[in-house]
């Protein structure tokens, strides 16, 4: 096999590709698409980030604006934590749309993320955004099958190949030659995307590190070249084992259909019969239930705190609580808050195992599915999965619960120890200059490491599927007809 076959294949497809007027035409469409999908992906990270900075700036303001008070009622007057969108989600909008981006924190109480996209559009919403991800992932592979399913067959049925062989040429170079020709002609459509997300990171309001943002840049467009390199074999595998031009261009059209459209949405399915969620308020009421049989720390009589009552005058050596050293209200707000924490996190962490083995229904087909695979990818590395997700939720929780305990421990600190429970009144107060000294919430993306082993199975996916599509040129090399 000679390089310099290979590299005369190569040009030859690409000059005859630019021979057509048709590729002209799909390359300015598809940079238009592009400049309306960097638009909008811009756009909307900006705004959204505005508007989502603005909030927590009130929010803060808020908090800190509230004069001397009772701490435990501090705790229940709360605060919001609001998601920032990540710098490569202007590329991947991801489950973001469908996802919360707010949450109210108060003590004893864990509540949802609200306030998503989806929840204030219309229904046309369920057929996905113009994004550059969804560019790369549904509309460039059919672009790409267009372009390739013709390459091989269309010069056995007008007997060009006959004669190639015929000089010397071997299948190997065939075929390695026009793959690599279609790969670089997908090349350009590919470039624009790519400028466009480099020139964002250079010149965009990004507050985010910086360097983490450029390796999962980096990370980001290898898989996606890797992933239009195995189409891109895909298609003149295709092209040469079909028996006419149009059954290839079919045969492409159902492997597209298949991958993209089929496959997902009956995994989806499956995980969805297989493991069934609990709905919303099923869910609420079973940890109400659990705390309740746990113990109510606001009940007097709760038995439970009382036998806590009765072992803390024990170690303590007195016969009251008014003779502690703390304030003993504090101390009960501190106990039951770790408490309820601890039965919602049991009961949240089950919940997302349920889902987790839902998605993983739809992940595995990644090992069969490059579409997925690059999906999965696609979406881990710009923090618009489910995990980044989670993340938010339970850095959000994190913040509550110190948030909650904090102001537990100034009440038993500052309290009078005589004021056994309640909130009422102006005379057992905090000053409110400790409302300050407590940090405002700022969300953090996940750590690239916990990113890559999220995408770790669609990286080996592709891996798996560049090395299969080496191994079925060779094998077809030796089984490829020029008749």
């Known amino acids: ?101 707010a949450v109210f924190l108060e003590a004893h109480r864990q509540n949802s993320v609200n306030f998503s996209d989806a929840g204030f559009s219309t229904g046309t919403l369920r057929f996905g955004e113009l994004s550059m991800a969804m560019l790369l992932q549904l509309v460039l592979p059919l672009i790409l099958f267009f372009l390739g399913f013709s390459v091989v067959v269309s010069e056995r049925e007008n007997g060009t190949l006959k004669i190639l062989l015929s000089q010397g040429a071997d299948w190997k170079e065939i075929l390695l030659g026009k793959s690599l020709g279609l790969f670089v002609l997908t090349l350009l459509f590919f470039a624009p995307i790519v400028l466009v997300t480099m020139f964002f990171l250079f010149f965009g309001e990004t507050s985010m590190n910086p360097a983490d943002s450029w390796q999962r840049f980096l990370l980001l467009f290898l898989g996606y070249a890797l992933f239009l390199l195995i189409l891109c074999f895909m298609s003149i595998v295709i092209s040469t084992t079909a028996r006419s031009s149009k059954n290839a261009l079919l045969t492409l059209l159902g492997i597209w259909l298949f991958m993209v459209v089929l496959v997902p949405k009956t995994s989806q399915a499956i995980g969805n019969a297989m493991y069934p969620t609990p709905s919303k308020l099923s869910f609420q009421s079973t940890v109400e239930r659990d705390v309740i049989k746990k113990g109510d720390s606001h009940n007097p009589n709760d038995p439970y705190f009382n036998r806590l009552k009765d072992s803390v005058l024990a170690v303590h050596r007195v016969d009251s609580v008014t003779q502690l050293p703390f304030n003993y209200g504090g101390f009960v707000m501190r106990e039951g808050e770790k408490t309820s924490a601890n039965l919602y996190k049991k009961h949240h962490d089950s919940l997302l195992h349920i889902y987790e083995k839902q998605n993983n229904v739809s992940r595995f087909t990644a090992v069969l599915n490059p579409f997925v695979a690059i999906k999965t ?76 082993h999220e995408a770790s199975l669609g990286i080996f996916s592709l891996l798996g599927w560049v090395l299969l599509c080496f191994l079925g040129l060779g094998y077809l090399s030796k089984k490829a007809k020029a008749i």
């Not at 505005?50 to 001397?68: F, G, M, V």
Request: no cysteine.
């Open 1 to 101: 096999m000679k390089k310099a076959n290979i590299g005369l294949f190569m040009k030859h497809f690409l000059k005859n590709a630019f021979k057509t007027k048709v590729i002209y035409v799909m390359l300015t469409v598809f940079i238009l698409l592009t400049a309306y999908a960097a638009v909008s992906g811009i756009h909307n990270y900006s705004e959204q980030n505005t508007i989502r900075l603005e909030h927590q700036e009130k929010a803060r303001q808020s908090w800190e604006a509230n004069p001397d008070k009772h701490p435990h009622r501090m705790a229940h007057f709360g605060t919001f934590a609001f998601r920032m969108k990540q710098p490569l989600s202007m590329f991947d909008y991801g489950i973001e749309s469908f996802t919360g981006n």
């Open 377 to 452: 990818i696609s979406m881990a590395f710009t923090g618009t999965d489910f995990k980044g997700y989670v993340d938010f939720q339970e850095q959000a929780e994190t913040y509550r619960y110190q948030l909650a305990q904090e102001m537990n421990e100034l009440q038993m600190e500052y309290i009078s120890t005589t004021k056994i429970s309640g909130s009422e009144g102006k005379k057992h107060v905090v000053g409110h200059e400790h409302w300050e000294e407590f940090p405002d919430f700022e969300h953090r993306m996940q750590p690239l490491q916990n990113s890559l």
